[in-house]
């Protein structure tokens, strides 16, 4: 993003995404805080004031004041500690929560990300220099993204700049990255349970479920995460969610699609579920927005069978445009160049593709235009 930005001087605020801030005052009157430090060059970080001895976060230990209000030296950024380390920490009053959330100048980050990891830089500089722009979306060169170092902006940067200041801060903030964190906030029943989409409990106590697309029942469960979704299902003691890496680190080294690929995948014009997959055909469910469309495009080893279900698709291939309703279909041949439109401004449009050929992969597309993708 830093490097998207014509002025250097420009303020970049970043967060994470899987985090939760109930109190929007707070957090707006600390990011006020830090922001006259950043312009000072400083790298800015918010330090969440703890209310328990966390284990799953790392923590930042305050230093001294800076001379703007409410803005303090970072001693150290430590990693996550064990429970009497962790307990030490909150009764000092000087550590905090490492939120992950910093504020800081294009141009000093740049700079520092210069300074502590150049290779890093040197391959983003490249993958952003050579990317392609389709509809919303720039897309990164592939090569160059792929040869730069795996490691996040506090190992990178945080952890080795000598310009790190910290806002200490109390916006009821929590990391929901972890399914136990999810429990911890939602809305839960008598006994203690919380739960999305369509699930049964019974004599169960203090769980998690989260079903997507289908019934799921819990029976006898105590404190107890069940996710189940049209990929895969993940059972596992509420007090280990956090090792669920460990399941993942397998997945990889089993090469599963499941760790790369999803059953359903959104794009600019709206989504697509795999109802089914084996080695020679696909079914999809295909929803398009409202005057959506994808590329003119061609593919050289498979051929796509589509089926209206709802709404009206304008369907172009070969040079001939048609329009088919609910239960009309159409067949589109490999090496023929066509286009899907919905043909209603005001309505989305759904319909079941049926791939066939040697070869299903994303990448067996040749696009003529980039207007959606």
């Not at 490097?3 to 005052?25: E, F, K």
């Not at 506090?154 to 990391?175: F, H, I, K, L, Q």
């Not at 919380?194 to 106590?205: H, N, Q």
Request: net charge negative; with cysteine; aromatic share 8%.
């Amino acid at each position: 993003a830093a490097l998207a930005l014509d002025d250097p001087d420009s303020l970049m605020l970043v967060a994470p995404a899987d985090h939760l801030i109930t109190d929007r005052a707070a957090f707006l009157q600390a990011v006020e805080r830090g922001i006259r430090a950043a312009r000072a060059g400083r790298i800015v970080t918010f330090g969440m004031e703890p209310t328990y001895p966390e284990t799953g976060y790392g923590y930042i230990r305050r230093g001294d004041a800076t001379g703007d209000e409410g803005v303090f030296a970072v001693a150290e950024f430590v990693e996550k500690p064990d429970r009497p380390t962790a307990e030490s920490y909150v009764s000092s009053g000087t550590f905090f929560w490492n939120s992950g959330i910093f504020l800081a100048s294009a141009g000093v980050l740049l700079g520092e990300l210069e300074r502590c990891v150049p290779d890093l830089l040197a391959c983003t500089r490249s993958a952003v220099a050579e990317a392609a722009r389709d509809a919303d979306f720039l897309r990164l060169e592939q090569g160059h993204f792929a040869s730069a170092a795996s490691i996040s902006i506090d190992y990178a940067v945080m952890e080795r700049t000598r310009d790190a200041v910290v806002v200490p801060a109390r916006m009821g903030w929590t990391d929901i990255g972890s399914w136990s964190a999810l429990w911890d906030v939602a809305t839960r029943d008598e006994h203690g349970n919380a739960w999305l989409g369509d699930v049964i409990s019974e004599d169960s106590d203090g769980c998690y479920v989260d079903s997507v697309g289908h019934l799921t029942a819990i029976l006898g469960l105590k404190n107890t995460v069940v996710i189940a979704t049209g990929d895969a299902t993940l059972v596992a003691a509420r007090s280990r969610a956090q090792d669920v890496r460990r399941i993942v680190d397998r997945l990889k080294k089993s090469s599963r699609r499941e760790v790369v690929r999803h059953r359903m995948d959104y794009r600019p014009w709206g989504h697509y579920d795999v109802l089914k997959e084996a080695p020679k055909y696909e079914v999809r469910r295909i929803s398009l927005r409202p005057n959506a469309g994808l590329t003119l495009q061609k593919h050289e080893r498979r051929a796509e069978h589509w089926v209206v279900v709802s709404g009206l698709a304008r369907v172009t291939c070969d040079g001939r445009t048609v329009e088919l309703g609910p239960n009309q279909s159409t067949y589109i041949p490999p090496g023929v160049l066509h286009r899907l439109e919905n043909g209603l401004p005001d309505r989305g449009l759904e319909l079941i593709e049926v791939r066939t050929g040697s070869y299903l992969g994303e990448d067996d597309v040749v696009r003529v235009d980039a207007r959606e993708s």
